[in-house]
């Protein structure tokens, strides 16, 4: 008898957090898929952004339901897994690669700034507190010939000066709409019509630069981005800092890309519908994982959210996509190929 009722506990127990954890996994899955429209509900965009986790979720729920015997609770939990793995599928379904003539280039001792190929990399700094020696080896490491940096003060530039970026990335330009914190876009090759900001955001100012290619056949032009973080007071906020990008696709006649720490991941719909037809994510598009970007800064977990991104527009290729920790910062810088056609 006391082993039977110590099993109707346990299956009763196991039910229960089965039926709440598939309700938290509902939620959440309805909430991905409201429109951008929809008006921003306070704390939901954080939800969604831990979309890829509700899988992990999902299966130990799954379990649980099996061993209650509740069937149909782990029927839903089937079709919410299958619908979640969907979603976060193409970012690990292995996409085109650049070309093999380009990868021979990507192979010299030194980046070429005619040809069609480079290295580009993004990173908040955290008001200036990463370590700009860090960032100067990341760049002469991977051969960065394009580098967008976030949350840059006047006294983290002067640092990162004097820790020899200008050996790498001579040209440079920053901006700073509050004039505390900023963004800028350092390049290996000269930049054509610099701009303190391309976006009119009002996030922050967004500083821009034209980069030629292919012999200067192509002209693209890169964006350093940052927008509003969805916290309390700012959940509007957020989403119109977001909304203020679409401007850029106005401009047909030029190319982007766009780096930086856009505050959003490839789940929230406000950001999918910036992409629309035109843009693509290039961790979307390279399929080789999802590219956690933050928190780094807390020892207790992992990186939980892939916020930071480097967008491109038609025609360009993004591939070898990978994080870096910057100590100091509580982002990883994120790096990627991209090849021009």
Not at 49 to 66: G, H, R
Not at 166 to 177: C, F, Q, R, T
Not at 252 to 271: E, P, Q
């Amino acid at each position: 008898m006391a082993k039977f009722r110590q099993s109707f506990l346990v299956r009763l127990v196991f039910g229960w957090l089965a039926r709440i954890l598939a309700l938290v996994s509902l939620l959440v899955l309805c909430a991905r898929m409201l429109p951008a429209w929809f008006p921003v509900i306070p704390y939901l965009p954080d939800l969604v952004s831990l979309t890829p986790w509700l899988i992990l979720v999902d299966l130990l729920a799954l379990v649980l339901a099996l061993t209650a015997s509740k069937w149909m609770t782990a029927l839903i939990l089937i079709g919410a897994l299958a619908l979640n793995v969907s979603w976060q599928y193409p970012f690990y379904s292995g996409g085109q690669d650049i070309s093999y003539a380009s990868m021979t280039r990507m192979a010299l001792g030194h980046p070429d700034r005619n040809d069609g190929v480079a290295r580009v990399m993004t990173a908040n700094v955290y008001k200036g507190q990463a370590d700009e020696h860090a960032i100067v080896n990341a760049v002469k490491e991977n051969r960065v010939e394009v580098l967008a940096l976030q949350e840059t003060t006047d006294d983290f530039v002067q640092r990162l000066q004097a820790a020899g970026i200008d050996e790498y990335l001579p040209y440079k330009k920053v901006s700073s709409a509050d004039g505390m914190y900023g963004n800028g876009l350092w390049t290996a090759a000269p930049m054509g019509s610099p701009s303190r900001d391309d976006v009119d955001s009002r996030a922050s100012m967004m500083p821009a630069g034209s980069i030629d290619f292919n012999q200067g056949s192509t002209s693209i032009r890169f964006i350093s981005v940052h927008t509003t973080s969805p916290t309390p007071g700012y959940w509007s906020d957020w989403r119109d800092s977001i909304d203020d990008m679409n401007s850029l696709k106005q401009h047909i006649h030029t190319r982007y890309v766009l780096m930086g720490d856009f505050n959003s991941t490839y789940d929230h719909a406000v950001f999918r519908d910036f992409l629309g037809d035109r843009f693509q994510d290039a961790a979307h598009m390279a399929g080789h994982g999802m590219t956690m970007s933050w928190p780094t800064d807390r020892s207790w977990g992992p990186r939980a959210v892939a916020i930071d991104h480097v967008v491109v527009d038609q025609g360009i290729r993004a591939s070898q996509l990978q994080t870096l920790t910057i100590p100091g910062s509580d982002h990883a810088a994120l790096l990627a190929t991209l090849e021009v056609d």
